[in-house]
C-alpha cells in the first residue's frame, strides 16, 4: 500500500468550553489562517473553519475543521491548535470527536481491499480505545468493517466488495 506521511488530510475537532472568538483570536496570534463561521466568514479554503455542531450538546461548543493539510506543516499546524485549546480550557465531552480524513484517491482497489482487511484484523484493538458508544455498531456515525472484510480474497469476491465499498462510501460513512 503506497502511504507516506505527505498524504494530505483534513482534521476536525469538536469539543465545548471555548467561546468562537477566544479561539479565533489566540489561532491568529500563533500565525494560523482562520474563518469564524460564527461572525465574519467567507469561505477561504486555507483557513482553520471555527463553526457550530449541533451533535455536541454543551455551552460553548464549537467545530474546528482544518484546510487541507501536508507534511510536517500539516502536522506542526495541528499541534498548535491542540496547545492552543489546552491553554484556552477546551473540553471533550461522549458527543465530541477528533476526525482524520486521509486523502485515499491514488488507492486502488486492491489498496482498499487490504486497508479494509487489516483495520479489521485489529477492529478489536482499536475498538478498545474509544468510549463504549463509538465501538462496533453503537454509533449512527462509524460502523464496524465487519461486514465489509467477510469477502473471500478472490476475483468475484472481491467485486462484490468493491462495490459495497462503493455504495457506502456514496451514502454513508
Not at 486521509?102 to 478489536?124: F, H, I, P, S
Request: hydrophobic fraction near 30%; proline fraction near 1%.
Amino acid at each position: 500500500m503506497n502511504f507516506n506521511y505527505d498524504r494530505k488530510m483534513g482534521v476536525e475537532i469538536e469539543c465545548y468550553n471555548v467561546h468562537h472568538k477566544d479561539l479565533e483570536e489566540a489561532l491568529l496570534d500563533k500565525g494560523l489562517k482562520v474563518q469564524n463561521r460564527f461572525s465574519d466568514y467567507d469561505s477561504e479554503q486555507a483557513a482553520w473553519v471555527i463553526t457550530e455542531d449541533g451533535s455536541i450538546e454543551r455551552r460553548n461548543s464549537i467545530e474546528l475543521v482544518s484546510p487541507i493539510l501536508q507534511g510536517v506543516e500539516g502536522f506542526r499546524q495541528v499541534e498548535i491548535v491542540c496547545h492552543v485549546l489546552n491553554a484556552l480550557g477546551a473540553k471533550i465531552a461522549k458527543t465530541c470527536g477528533l476526525h482524520v480524513h486521509v486523502d485515499a484517491n491514488d488507492l486502488t482497489g486492491n489498496d482498499l481491499y487490504n486497508l479494509v482487511q487489516r483495520y479489521y484484523k485489529y477492529e478489536c484493538t482499536i475498538d478498545g480505545w474509544m468510549p463504549e458508544s463509538r465501538r462496533e455498531n453503537n454509533n449512527e456515525f462509524c460502523y464496524s468493517v465487519e461486514g465489509l472484510a467477510g469477502f473471500e480474497n478472490q476475483d468475484e469476491g472481491r467485486t462484490a466488495y468493491l462495490q459495497t465499498i462503493n455504495y457506502e462510501s456514496s451514502h454513508g460513512r
